[in-house]
């Protein structure tokens, strides 16, 4: 009973390159969350997906940031050209239903050099 | 606008002493109020959660106190241990919504 995988845990890419997180839920979870964190910070919400839909984008940058749950496979956050100030941890979080229990991941620490 | 407010940003305990954090929400609609733990390196871990039909929700150590006139809610950690240092975070979420609000989080610090 495995629980919600991230990869990679950790991910070194240079200024303008692109980063793509990965992030497979728990077994029977079809909701997906992503947070970023920044060192000693809280928790910032980005973006919210159930298979094949984005249900709240509230929280995604407007450019350069985009997120997927496709009907199979896992959720991903795609990074585009990024920048120094993309540098944090990215944590997923699945739950079944709406209104249930969520989990969450061990996070893929971004570094952008 | 913070949904949710957390206090204390930093706590010191003693070892065997109880440990207490305490938050504060405005929206009505929040529903369901989680607890994490989070060590570093490591992603928040579920800890125990509440929802406001009930004043108060007890799982070994761990103790949530719900209060929901006032709209606060606190995590009390019993006979605190070193093994307890960890940034612990309070959250709420609604039925109609569709993500946790966080507080900002509480960096922990047992003494031996």
């Known amino acids: 009973n495995a629980g919600v995988m991230q990869n990679p845990r950790h991910l070194v890419r240079r200024r303008g390159q692109e980063a793509r997180l990965r992030c497979s839920p728990m077994?029977?979870?079809?909701?997906v969350y992503w947070y970023r964190q920044l060192p000693e910070e809280g928790l910032k919400f980005m973006v919210y997906l159930q298979k094949e839909n984005i249900i709240d984008e509230s929280g995604m940058p407007k450019e350069r940031f985009s997120a997927e749950f496709p009907k199979e496979g896992p959720s991903i956050l795609r990074i585009q050209q990024v920048v120094r100030g993309d540098s944090a941890a990215y944590f997923c979080a699945s739950s079944p239903v709406t209104g249930g229990e969520a989990f969450f991941g061990q996070g893929t620490r971004l570094t952008v050099v | 606008q913070q949904q949710v407010k957390q206090s204390p940003q930093s706590l010191i305990v003693q070892k065997g002493g109880i440990s207490i954090i305490n938050c504060a929400y405005e929206n009505t609609a929040f529903d369901y109020f989680p607890w994490y733990q989070q060590f570093p390196g490591k992603g928040p871990a579920l800890l125990i959660a509440i929802r406001p039909d009930v004043s108060e929700k007890k799982e070994g150590r761990f103790t949530i106190s719900f209060n929901k006139s006032a709209k606060q809610f606190s995590l009390h950690i019993m006979d605190s241990q070193p093994g307890d240092s960890a940034t612990y975070f309070c959250a709420a979420r609604g039925t109609n919504f569709n993500k946790f609000y966080f507080g900002s989080g509480t960096k922990l610090n047992v003494k031996p």
């Open positions: 077994k029977g979870h079809s909701h």
